[in-house]
C-alpha cells in the first residue's frame, strides 16, 4: 500500500457539465472532500469513494437548479407585483421595479431589506411571494425533488457497500 495513493480516474467526471457551478474547481474540492472523509485505503474504497464524489456533484447540481428556478420566479412574480401590484410575470417590467425585485433575491442584505420594505408597503410579504412561486413550480420543482431524492438514497446504499468494504477488507488482505 502506498503512502499517497492515486484517486481513481472517474469515466463519469467526462460527463458532468460544467454549468451551474459545476466548475473543475468545485468538482476537484467536493471530491477532495469525499476522500479526506473516507479515508479509503485500497483501490476499491477509492472507487467507491468517486462514486459517492459524483453523487454529491450531482446533488449540488439539482439543488441548485431547483432553486436558481425558485428565486428567478421568486424575482418575476415579484417584479410583476412591483409594477402592476399584481402576481404576475409580465415582459414589461419597468427597469426600477426589476432592480428592486434582484435587489429582494439578491445576497445583499441591506438591499435586500430596503426591497422588502418597499414590497410589505406595497401590501405584500416574501413569504407570500414564496410561496406564490414554489405554488406556479410545483411541478417543475418536482423532478428534481424526484432526483434529489433519488440520489440520496443512492448514495446512503453507497455509503453502505464503502462501509461494508472497510469492514471485509482487513480479511481479504490478510487472505489474499
Not at 474547481?25 to 464524489?53: C, F, G, M, P, Y
Not at 428567478?72 to 412574480?77: E, G, K, P, Q, Y
Not at 421595479?97 to 410579504?125: I, N, S
Amino acid at each position: 500500500m502506498t503512502k499517497n495513493p492515486k484517486k481513481p480516474v472517474a469515466a463519469q467526471h467526462k460527463r458532468l457539465p460544467v454549468a451551474l457551478g459545476g466548475s473543475k474547481a468545485n468538482r476537484e474540492k467536493i471530491e477532495s472532500e469525499v476522500h479526506d472523509t473516507l479515508q479509503a485505503r485500497s483501490a476499491l474504497e477509492r472507487r467507491r469513494a468517486s462514486e459517492i464524489a459524483i453523487l454529491e456533484m450531482e446533488l449540488e447540481q439539482h439543488r441548485r437548479m431547483r432553486d436558481t428556478l425558485l428565486m428567478a420566479t421568486v424575482r418575476d412574480l415579484a417584479a410583476g407585483y412591483f409594477t402592476v401590484g399584481r402576481f404576475v410575470v409580465r415582459p414589461d417590467v419597468e427597469p426600477k421595479h426589476m432592480k428592486l425585485a434582484r435587489d429582494l433575491v439578491g445576497e445583499e442584505p441591506t438591499r435586500q431589506l430596503a426591497a422588502e420594505e418597499k414590497l410589505q408597503a406595497a401590501g405584500a410579504t416574501l413569504d407570500e411571494i414564496y410561496a406564490r412561486a414554489y405554488q406556479t413550480l410545483a411541478e417543475k420543482l418536482s423532478h428534481h425533488e424526484k432526483r434529489i431524492e433519488s440520489l440520496e438514497k443512492r448514495r446512503r446504499e453507497l455509503t453502505d457497500d464503502y462501509d461494508a468494504l472497510r469492514v471485509i477488507a482487513p480479511r481479504m488482505r490478510s487472505n489474499g
